[in-house]
């Protein structure tokens, strides 16, 4: 007979959470989880999933128009926010349901309550009620953060959007990360007048330069009002919707503002710190190889740790901290080589170096390809496909592949076990292409473009 109550107690029901809990579960353990909003996290709650969804919904616009060019009798159609968020929170409520039973079947106990971090082995949860763990997990993910500018309260963010009971006709979107860009994309497509603010000199930054100066072109020709080197200094609640005064000066008017300025640990008001867990400057759980924090009974994954902020990692993360901790078989999480993808329009996909992060390290032959995909360039669209390989000189392992365009994400989850395998630029080559693809090019190119 266990000393505790559970074996593993897991705060927070996202996607690593659950895994980890019904992993865990797996091998004969006792598991509570605490969730105090929904089951399912950001991903699939407030993130990937219905963003995704909306993603799909914001490109029947050009589709309309391809439609014509290829023979079709139809019109442009009009979009109706009413008759589409209807049914993606019922997909929402469905996927929820999915993961309560996926719980439910594992035998892990359901605690639909805030829980905050009482001690080394002890969790309080909302109304008093105090459990034992000899393992706890956190992992609570992060939110939307604020920037601290007068008014910054009147503006909603990636949580809100959602939610919003009509689309407005006119929004300001404050950012120039991945969610900005990619809501900004989704709106404009959805028939909303986009204007994106970002302080910085391009878009996406850390990702590669080429790649990135594509999305930003290709997000302008499609009608978003990009403003780099823009900020703004304060938002002012007005008859006529949300008063923006900018950096320079300029006053704008705005249905809704939109801030995509950085997410934030939900670390705040957990009893960690009481706890004797050290946190790190932005507020995440700091953690070792293991997941381990500095409390030996305490560990934590995903994006409250603030180590790579994407749901598969989080998956991954507590399926090793399940193998190490409950199977015996100490097991790190390789945070190396992982692929992902922008669902802007045009996606990017990404996986290894960019051509600047390799060049720095070391000499590095650069092979890249640009060119209208056949089927919008037959529709009379101004799209531009990039296909990109950093290949190093000395060893010929591809360092880094880099995708714009149509199904850039499908893409570089293929491309990236080839990366992730240290595959040469010679094997690419050895590859047969299959024709007549957009990935065709990736191993199709013989000459580099430049060196480093």
């Known amino acids: 007979m266990s000393d505790f109550d559970y074996d593993l107690f897991v705060i927070g029901g996202g996607s690593g959470g659950v895994r980890a809990a019904r992993v865990a579960a797996a091998t004969g353990a006792k598991v509570g989880l605490a969730e105090e909003f929904r089951m399912g996290g950001t991903c699939v709650i407030r993130g990937c999933v219905p963003k995704k969804l909306m993603v799909f919904a914001s490109e029947f616009n050009d589709a309309f128009a391809d439609a014509r060019a290829y023979g079709w009798d139809v019109g442009d159609g009009t979009f109706n926010w009413a008759d589409l968020r209807k049914p993606l929170h019922a997909e929402l409520d469905r996927l929820e349901g999915i993961y309560r039973r996926l719980l439910n079947n594992s035998e892990v106990t359901i605690h639909d309550a805030r829980a905050t971090v009482a001690g080394p082995h002890e969790v309080a949860l909302a109304g008093g009620t105090v459990v034992s ?14 920037p601290d500018i007068p008014g910054a309260e009147l503006g909603i963010t990636s949580n809100d959007i959602f939610l919003l009971d009509e689309m407005p006709k006119k929004i300001l979107i404050k950012g120039g990360g991945y969610i900005a860009s990619e809501f900004a994309c989704i709106l404009n497509g959805l028939g909303v007048e986009v204007t994106q603010f970002y302080r910085g000199d391009q878009i996406l930054r850390g990702f590669d330069d080429e790649a990135r100066a594509l999305v930003s072109e290709q997000m302008v020709e499609k009608g978003v009002d990009l403003r780099l080197g823009s900020n703004a200094a304060s938002l002012k609640k007005v008859d006529g919707g949300i008063e923006v005064t900018g950096v320079d000066g300029k006053i704008e008017v705005f249905d809704q503002v939109m801030f995509a300025t950085g997410r934030r640990p939900n670390t705040d008001g957990l009893g960690l710190e009481a706890a004797g867990v050290a946190l790190g400057r932005g507020g995440e759980v700091v953690v070792d190889d293991y997941s381990q924090t500095n409390i030996p009974s305490i560990y934590a994954i995903g994006d409250v740790t603030d180590r790579v902020q994407l749901t598969p990692v989080a998956i991954r993360e507590g399926m090793a901290f399940v193998e190490t901790v ?127």
């Open 133 to 146: 763990a000899k393992h706890i997990l956190v992992a609570t993910g992060g939110h939307p953060s604020l």
């Open 326 to 452: 409950f199977k015996g078989n100490p097991t790190k999480v390789d945070h190396e080589l992982i692929p992902s993808a922008i669902f802007t329009q045009p996606e990017m996909g990404t996986v290894g170096l960019s051509e600047e992060a390799a060049g720095a390290q070391e000499p590095v032959e650069v092979y890249a390809a640009t060119f209208k995909p056949m089927q919008s360039s037959f529709a009379g669209r101004p799209d531009k496909v990039l296909m990109k390989l950093i290949v190093s000189k000395a060893t010929r392992v591809v360092l880094g592949c880099h995708i714009v365009g149509p199904h850039a994400g499908e893409m570089i989850q293929l491309a990236g076990i080839a990366v992730k395998m240290g595959a040469t630029k010679e094997q690419f080559d050895q590859t047969c292409a299959v024709h007549p693809t957009m990935s065709e090019e990736l191993v199709t190119m013989k000459e580099p473009v430049r060196t480093t």
